[in-house]
């Protein structure tokens, strides 16, 4: 989710042209602006061990769905005629998509479809490879190939290319730092959390999230039974994210519910940035949208960093020598240890914003309007 939340912010700042918007993965939670015109692929997710592809649908055939897929981004390109086409992340990672994506870019390249350039929008931090740099000189090969512009979402003195990638002196494009990408800030006032709540003046409010929500049961679990531990008046918003399976959610509402703690199980908001804005700690997942929201808003936070790979890890150690942030390590997601964390956390005091480049959004439009010719 994160990947379609940093694509919606760039599309956001390009309001005035015209935009298709392709998206292969799960209903995104959030209505896509009306100038955008989005075109839902028949989907696809990640299996259970992040190993390969799988039908959302499980009653369809993954090839037959592949097949599909193909047919529609052609047809899509073909109609639609851009002047660029943004590809997300690959082929620095999704290497799983190279079936839809390269007889795409091939025939760009050879003039079977529409004359388009070809630019990969890439995050900050990519995940290590353990297949002795395979995966790095194919991405180069289909970069020096078929792209002609790379933007890295990132502050260049926070976190550059080559720290994760090896073989940026090989890569042909040009590679072009734009900042963070953060989250728009909404000017919605009408948030009424606390009242629902019914917190007093005094009451701190604090929030919990899980990004998607298909990896977050376990440490959102341990941050409700904390926090009835605590046994306060302050209150507590969980938002597990739309993916978090059905049984977990309804064990999650169970447990506040059958409790007197303060405490609301949603899905999902769209004004969650509003929300830390007013908020007094955030206890979350690392990804880069988060970290990001946590930047721009300067809200205290406990985070726990994803354990199979790097990236989040990474970040977090990255961003703490501009903002405080505990970290909450996998060992530790109990109710005890989450108990002290949340304690600490409610003491916190507001970070200040940092002087770390997060204007990301409008600098990609810029320069995609600009390379655009």
């Known amino acids: 989710m994160g990947h379609f939340f940093r694509s919606l912010e760039i599309c956001k700042a390009l309001k005035g042209e015209d935009i298709l918007f392709l998206s292969g993965g799960p209903e995104p939670p959030e209505q896509m602006p009306d100038y955008v ?10 299996d259970e061990n992040f190993g390969g592809l799988k039908p959302l649908d499980e009653k369809r055939d993954l090839e037959e769905i592949k097949a599909e897929r193909t047919t529609k981004i052609h047809t899509a390109f073909k109609n639609f005629n851009p002047d660029i086409f943004l590809v997300e992340l690959f082929p620095f990672g999704r290497k799983a998509f190279r079936f839809e994506l390269l007889p795409l870019m091939k025939d760009i390249k050879n003039g079977l ?4 350039k070809i630019v990969c929008s890439l995050r900050d931090i990519l995940v290590e490879r353990d297949d002795g740099g395979k ?3 194919m991405s180069v090969k289909t970069l020096n ?7 890295v979402h ?7 290319l080559d720290e994760t990638f090896s073989r940026v002196q090989e890569i042909k494009p040009e590679i072009k730092y734009t900042g963070f990408v953060a989250r728009t800030h909404s000017t919605k006032t009408d948030i009424d959390i606390r009242s629902e709540l019914k917190l007093a003046v005094n009451d701190k409010l604090l929030v919990a999230s899980a990004g998607g929500g298909k990896i977050g049961g376990p440490l959102l679990n341990s941050v409700v039974d904390a926090f009835i531990k605590l046994n306060s008046s302050n209150g507590l918003i969980v938002y597990t994210g739309p993916f978090l399976d059905e049984q977990e959610y309804n064990n999650l509402k169970h447990k506040a519910s059958n409790s007197s703690a303060k405490i609301i199980i949603r899905r999902f908001t769209s004004e969650f940035v509003p929300l830390l804005k007013m908020a007094d700690g955030l206890i979350s997942m690392g990804g880069y949208n988060t970290m990001m929201d946590i930047v721009s808003t300067g809200i205290p936070a406990l985070i726990h960093p994803f354990a199979q790979n790097r990236e989040q890890k990474m970040r977090i ?20 240890t989450m108990l002290s964390g949340i304690k600490k956390l409610l003491k916190a005091k507001r970070n200040t914003i940092p002087r770390i480049k ?4 409008n600098v990609s439009a810029e320069i995609l309007k600009n390379f655009k010719g």
Do not use: Q, T, W
């Not at 942030?325 to 997601?333: G, K, V, Y």
């Open 37 to 46: 015109n989005y075109l839902p692929l028949p989907a696809l997710c990640m």
């Open 113 to 116: 479809l529409p004359k388009s």
């Open 135 to 137: 995966h790095e000189r």
């Open 145 to 151: 190939d078929f792209f002609d512009l790379v933007l």
């Open 154 to 160: 990132s502050d260049e003195k926070v976190i550059k």
């Open 317 to 336: 150690d990255k961003m703490s020598g501009y903002i405080n942030i505990d970290i909450i390590e996998e060992n530790e997601i109990n109710s005890r």
């Open 358 to 361: 997060i204007d990301g959004a």
